[in-house]
């Protein structure tokens, strides 16, 4: 049986290292692309549509099946807005699609500064506790894998994912104009984009299923990698 092509794109600070778990375990089903922000031009931060444009360049001619978590999420609706019709399904993994406020945007702005001012390590300190739910964070191991994976994306990057999420349209009026078959996907604990964000864009996505994973926060890749990639690998069978 021919594998799907899948397009799984990672969130700010993340690099294919979120999806690894999925990449293998999925395997069997379906061919994983995970864009590496690492290998892409700097300028494609300069829009929405030139890093979307990007993600979808990653892959071959033809449709794909399309999941992104945080960033990537938002990212995935983008693409919707561009190539809608070579997407066959849509999977929204901890997202949001509203725009920011002005101290929502004053918040990343002040992360930056300290990112520039070689402050690096405490901004990823800082993001440990949006990403990792408190009763996790004595898990060593998934935090040392969480800090390795931010510490690989660096400053520069990190920079421009901050500004352009900080310039963000709310694409919450897009959300019923999707019609190929959806999951919405959050951590019951998710810090950085609460649960109310999935329940509502799953509610405007007419078909969608809500899935919450429970006991998890907002890199549930990475938390509770089996579950997520049980998950994914049915929504892709459907």
């Known amino acids: 049986m021919a594998k799907t092509p899948l397009l799984l794109i990672p969130g700010l600070l993340c690099s294919p290292r979120l999806f690894a778990p999925q990449a293998a375990a999925l395997a069997d089903a379906a061919e994983v692309v995970v864009p ?93 506790s949006r990403f990792i739910p408190a009763y996790r964070l004595p898990d060593k191991a998934l935090v040392d894998e969480v800090m390795t994976m931010c510490g690989e994306i660096g400053v520069e990057i990190y920079r421009r994912q901050e500004e352009l999420a900080a310039i963000r349209a709310d694409r ?18 998710d810090a950085a984009t609460p649960l109310f964000l999935s329940e509502e864009m799953a509610a405007a996505i007419k078909g969608s299923e809500l899935i919450v994973i429970e006991a998890c926060g907002h890199l549930i890749s990475m938390e509770k990698p089996e579950e997520t990639s049980a998950i994914l690998h049915r929504w892709l069978s459907r």
């Open 36 to 128: 590496d922000w690492r290998r892409a031009p700097l300028a494609i931060w300069d829009s929405w549509e030139s890093a979307a444009r990007w993600c979808v360049e990653q892959m071959s001619p033809g449709k794909f099946a399309l999941a992104g978590l945080s960033l990537g999420g938002m990212l995935a609706v983008e693409i919707m807005q561009l190539a809608a019709d070579r997407v066959t399904r849509l999977a929204l993994l901890d997202t949001g699609m509203r725009s920011q406020n002005d101290a929502e945007r004053a918040v990343r702005r002040a992360r930056i500064r300290l990112a520039e001012e070689g402050h690096f390590e405490l901004v990823l300190g800082l993001q440990m």
């Open 172 to 189: 919450r009026p897009d959300l019923p104009k999707i019609n190929c078959p959806t999951i919405v996907v959050c951590g019951r604990d």
